[in-house]
């Protein structure tokens, strides 16, 4: 029998303790930019039972309640009970930051332009869905979101912050199909275990998976220990940044691994990232191929990067020499180019620390713009 070719995705909800991370990192960085656009922000944070730690370099003329911003998250999640992981009224904020290392400034400030550190990033797009993303991916972020926002309408009885989906696609044919959907959401002690996972299947999964065209004739497995009361920063420590191939395509393109919550785009790690998307994005909607993969790289201090490569799995559509030249006479990739070109210094980043940071639906984000489309097509 042959055997069948599957590729697996997962995403994480808000409530996910590396998450809740991820979202304190970035609304800090988010509340520094609202008063000081220069801001330089490298922010840290660690989540266990009631207890946060918030940590790193900020250089900032910005006047922030740090602790405040962190219990604001806490709430908007929905952690108001310390039985569910953590209560944002009663949770211990541990505030410890320093301002950046003058050493790094010297290669970064406005008359150098240099990159915030030297890395590897990368960028991906294709033709799968609409989005220009993975399948896997994009429906698993779709699962969590589905769900999420119904927890917080108070349609989804019992469920609690805390939740995980995994989608595995079945490529062994032409078209691929679902084959496994796997949801592990947190819930309540007292609740009725048939109901629940009812909802989950018809509300959530069904809801989600019909929405791609497919049937709902796929292995559905839903809380497969049985019983998920205890999560949150209970259940599990959480840590900025641990969640990055869930930041970027699930999986189906590789990381440079630099994360991106909590640093402003100064560091190449997250607007060399952005970039990456951006180019890919227009590249395969300008249809120069049908899939493609770039990396780039940097040096710290030094403007221009010190390389670039791209992958387009036999899709292109002209020679890759031509895109190669495509790229470099309409895109500035020094990292003040860069900050420039997608308008980096806003305070936009809190809603990209959940969900994924690419290919949404839900929020307007600059690097998802497809405003080159049209000058890359003349290289065809």
């Known amino acids: 029998m042959k055997e069948k070719v599957l590729f697996t995705s997962e995403s994480v909800s808000i409530g996910h303790p590396d998450k809740i991370c991820d979202q304190i990192s970035d609304a800090i960085l988010d509340e520094c930019f609202k008063q000081d656009p220069n801001s330089r922000v490298a922010c840290e944070v660690f989540i266990t039972t009631n207890y946060v730690v918030i940590?790193?370099?900020?250089?900032?003329?910005?006047i922030v309640n740090y602790e405040q911003v962190a219990r604001d998250v806490l709430k908007e999640i929905g952690y108001d009970d310390q039985d569910k992981g953590i209560d944002y009224r009663t949770c211990k904020v541990e505030v410890v930051l320093d301002s950046q290392s003058v050493d790094i400034a010297l290669g970064t400030n406005d008359n150098v332009g240099g990159a915030g550190d030297q890395g590897i990033m990368f960028g991906y797009a294709c033709k799968e869905t609409k989005g220009y993303m993975p399948l896997a991916i994009s429906i698993?972020?779709?699962l969590v979101r589905v769900a999420t926002n119904k927890?917080?309408?108070g349609e989804f009885k019992h469920a609690r912050p805390d939740m995980k989906a995994q989608v595995t696609i079945d490529y062994s044919e032409a078209t691929p199909k679902i084959d496994t959907v796997l949801m592990s959401v947190q819930h309540d002690g007292d609740f009725d275990e048939a109901k629940f996972h009812s909802f989950i299947k018809e509300q959530v999964m069904d809801e989600v998976v019909s929405k791609y065209g497919f049937d709902t004739n796929y292995k559905a497995l839903i809380n497969p220990t049985g019983r998920f009361v205890i999560g949150g920063p209970h259940g599990d420590t959480g840590l900025t940044g641990r969640k990055i191939i869930?930041?970027?395509?699930?999986?189906?393109?590789?990381?440079g691994g630099g994360a991106f919550s909590g640093k402003d785009p100064s560091k190449v790690d997250r607007s060399g990232a952005y970039m990456m998307r951006y180019i890919a994005k227009n590249l395969v909607a300008a249809n120069l191929c049908e899939q493609v993969e770039l990396q780039v790289s940097y040096a710290i201090g030094v403007k221009e990067p010190t390389s670039i490569f791209l992958e387009t799995y036999g899709s292109e559509k002209v020679e890759k020499d031509v895109i190669l030249k495509a790229i470099r006479e309409n895109?500035?990739?020094t990292p003040s180019g860069i900050i420039d070109t997608l308008q980096l210094r806003q305070p936009i980043y809190k809603?990209?620390?959940a969900y994924g940071h690419f290919g949404r639906s839900d929020v307007e984000l600059p690097w998802e713009k497809l405003d080159k489309v049209e000058v890359l097509a003349k290289y065809l």
């Open 140 to 142: 698993a972020h779709h």
């Open 331 to 333: 895109f500035d990739l």
């Open 351 to 353: 809603a990209t620390a």
């Open 246 to 255: 869930v930041d970027t395509y699930g999986g189906s393109a590789r990381h």
């Open 55 to 62: 940590g790193g370099e900020i250089t900032t003329n910005a």
């Open 151 to 153: 927890r917080l309408s």
